[in-house]
Every structure is written in C-alpha cells, then in structure tokens.
C-alpha cells in the first residue's frame, strides 16, 4: 500500500509505504490532547518506507515522561502529521492528514482505560485497555 498526505497549509507533504502494521483509534488522554478531545484515528507504517517530500515539520517531546513519543507537526499552520515512538519502526500518520482517508480501515480501539463518553468505539471492533498483547 502506499499512501501520500500533508499538512493544512499544504507546506508538509508525506508518503509512506508498505503494509499497515496498525490502524486503529486511541483513546489515551495524551491523543485527546492532541485532537482536541476525540480518540486519535491513525495508521502505523514501516518507518523504510516513510519520507517527508514536501518541507520539514517541527517535532516535539515531552521531556518529563519516560519513553515519550516525539510528535511532528507543521511549523505554519501547526497540523499533527506524525508520531514516533522510541523503538518502534513505525510512523504512525493521522488518518485526518491522508489524501484519501477512505483508505483507512479501523481494526482495534486502544486505551479504552481513557475513553471518555463522548468516544464511539464501533460494535464489534475489538476494543484494549491498555495496548493488545503482541
């Protein structure tokens, strides 16, 4: 599979790869800060077939949390584009960020523990407190 998408302002453009190794919806507190309250809708792919081709972002990590993950965003217009996580080789991509977001195709809700009332997790969809066992 290989995807494409970019920022807003269309400054940050992206493509990425080969086969999705998670699409999935999160729930944790730390997505709903980043969406603005919603679960993080998102799309793990192999970080040897992600590249930036349009622009650089900014990145930014918490300093005061273990292992945290470094999230990248545009500088102009301040979209969430890409998450990493330390020792996972994965960019996990914003479903909102893709050219064509119909790509996406949800199999698990994760961090339940978080969710909130508001959330939708869809009948059916294997849903995790934590992260699924590997």
Excluded: W
């Amino acid at each position: 599979m290989k995807v494409a998408g970019g920022c807003y302002c269309g400054k940050v453009r992206y493509e990425a790869e080969g086969e999705p190794m998670m699409a999935a919806q999160c729930h944790c507190r730390e997505c709903q800060y980043i969406t603005g309250g919603g679960p993080n809708m998102f799309m793990a792919m192999p970080i040897a077939g992600f590249k930036y081709t349009a622009s650089e972002p900014k990145q930014f990590t918490r300093q005061d949390l273990k292992r945290a993950v470094t999230r990248e965003f545009c500088p102009e217009c301040g979209t969430h584009l890409v998450t990493k996580a330390p020792g996972l080789p994965a960019a996990i991509l914003k479903v909102g960020t893709l050219d064509d977001p119909k790509l996406f195709n949800p199999k698990v809700a994760i961090y339940t523990c978080d969710i909130q009332s508001f959330h939708h997790v869809p009948e059916g969809m294997p849903a995790f407190e934590k992260l699924p066992a590997r």
